[in-house]
Structure formats: C-alpha cells, structure tokens
Nanobody
C-alpha cells in the first residue's frame, strides 16, 4: 500500500503564499493521476486540483488562478503552490491518487485576515 505524507502547511496572512508537498513511498506518480483535496472546518473534503499522467491540470473555480499543481516523478513528490491566500483557504490539505487510495494525515493551512 502506498504511503502519502503531506507537508508544508502553516499559518500565513491573507495574500501570502505556501508550497505544499506530498511525498509517496513508491514510484506511483508516473502511472497515476494525482490530486489535492482540502477539508475546511464544518465542511466535507473537496477536490481542488488534479494533474493527469500526461501533466494536464484541472482546478476548482475557488482556487483557479491562485494555486498550481505540479509533480516530480523522479522524486515521487507532488506539489501545490498556493499564492494570494485567503481566509477561506483555511483547511487541512490532502493529496491522493486517482482513483483514490488511502488518505495521509494531511497538512494544516491557516490563513489569517
């Protein structure tokens, strides 16, 4: 079973930036589409960004133009560059394969106003 470890979260002010990383235990990114999800307080987990095997990307409207998903297959690492952060971006962020496998612990992102 692949293990996913998210990191890079933290506390930032509105308008700031963070870069999240998702490290995998095996060489899975070359053969799987990958995605970032987030779960805000009181809300269900939502898909916010996806990257295909061929590196095409899709974003939720709420993050489009501000977030960028990318992958480094050689390093088995997925990234999420988050710019122009807003308080509404406050959530626990998770990565996963598509179709979904096991969830990691996520990384907390808190954006203050």
């Amino acid at each position: 079973q692949v293990q996913l470890v998210e990191s890079g979260g933290g506390l930032v002010q509105a308008g700031g930036s963070l870069r999240l990383s998702c490290a995998a235990s095996g060489s899975i990114f070359s053969i799987n589409a990958m995605a970032w999800y987030r779960q805000a307080p009181g809300k269900q987990r939502e898909l916010i960004a996806r990257i295909s095997i061929g590196d095409s990307t899709n974003y939720a409207d709420s993050v489009k133009g501000r977030f960028t998903i990318s992958r480094d297959n050689a390093k088995n690492t997925l990234y999420l560059q988050m710019n122009s952060l807003k308080p509404e971006d406050t959530a626990v962020y998770y990565c996963n394969t598509e179709p979904r496998g096991s969830w990691g612990q996520g990384t907390q992102v808190t954006v203050s106003s």
